[in-house]
Nanobody, 128 residues
């Protein structure tokens, strides 16, 4: 059974930084995508960043240059380092995992349907 558990969400002031973590269990595929998504109140869920098993990464334009996705295979953990946070980054952040997935274009996030496993989310609130 695959489980994803996020942590690290908090309240910060604009300009601050946070690192979100996502501990995964039971996800043992050799070809995969790992991603971070977010959903603000009243808005649709949007992709933020993705990483695939070949080491490619891609980001939403809104976070490019500020956020960094990474993984620690030894710890089975995905990270999202967020710098220069702005109030518009306030949202519930979710990690997701999908098997047999590749990042096909470095300017495009994998579609949502590629991800079959989702965490419960961690809240990030950025105040001005």
């Amino acid at each position: 059974q695959v489980q994803l558990v996020e942590s690290g969400g908090s309240s910060v002031q604009a300009g601050g930084s946070l690192t979100l973590s996502c501990a995964t269990t039971g996800f043992t595929y050799s070809t995969y995508c790992l991603g971070w998504f977010r959903q603000a109140p009243g808005k649709e869920r949007e992709g933020v960043a993705a990483l695939d098993s070949e080491g490619k990464t891609t980001y939403a334009n809104a976070v490019k240059g500020r956020f960094t996705i990474s993984q620690d295979n030894a710890k089975n953990t995905i990270y999202l380092r967020m710098n220069s946070l702005q109030p518009e980054d306030t949202a519930m952040y979710y990690c997701a995992a999908g098997a047999w997935c590749h990042i096909l274009r470095l300017d495009m996030l994998p579609p949502d349907y590629q991800y079959k496993h989702w965490g419960q989310g961690t809240q990030v609130t950025v105040s001005s």
